[in-house]
Nanobody, 123 residues
Framework: QVQLVESGGGLVQAGGSLGLSCAAS????????MAWFRQSPGKEREFVVS????????SYSDSVKGRFTVSRDNAKNTVYLQMNFLKPEDTAVYYC????????????????WGQGTQVTVSS
């Protein structure tokens, strides 16, 4: 029902910034809470941030709070993740996720996932 495509990943030096985008192919984008998760080799996929259907409520992982900002544009069916002051430990594949209804910090609560985009932060 929902197709998600991430873009914007790449290589950046520590302290730099990257902006990720997630385009959703769905007719009722405003009915879905969105989230970003990330996964490093040998690690479980971990929660980064979620955003409510309207965009007024957000929830950030402590590891990114104050550095990352999530936003959405329901008219464009797109969610964004602005990442500032990047650290080498931010290196991971970043995944966009969607679920019908309220936001959640739990990976298994999300029904739809993008293919991911690689973010590499060099020291």
């Amino acid at each position: 029902q929902v197709q998600l495509v991430e873009s914007g990943g790449g290589l950046v030096q520590a302290g730099g910034s990257l902006g990720l985008s997630c385009a959703a192919s769905v007719r009722t984008f405003g009915l879905y809470a969105m989230a970003w998760f990330r996964q490093s080799p040998g690690k479980e996929r971990e929660f980064v941030v979620s955003i409510s259907q309207s965009g007024v409520s957000t929830s950030y992982s402590d590891s990114v709070k104050g550095r990352f900002t999530v936003s959405r544009d329901n008219a464009k069916n797109t969610v964004y993740l602005q990442m500032n002051f990047l650290k080498p430990e931010d290196t991971a594949v970043y995944y966009c996720a969607a679920r019908r209804g309220s936001g959640s910090v739990y990976r298994n609560d999300y029904y739809y996932w993008g293919q991911g985009t690689q973010v590499t932060v060099s020291s």
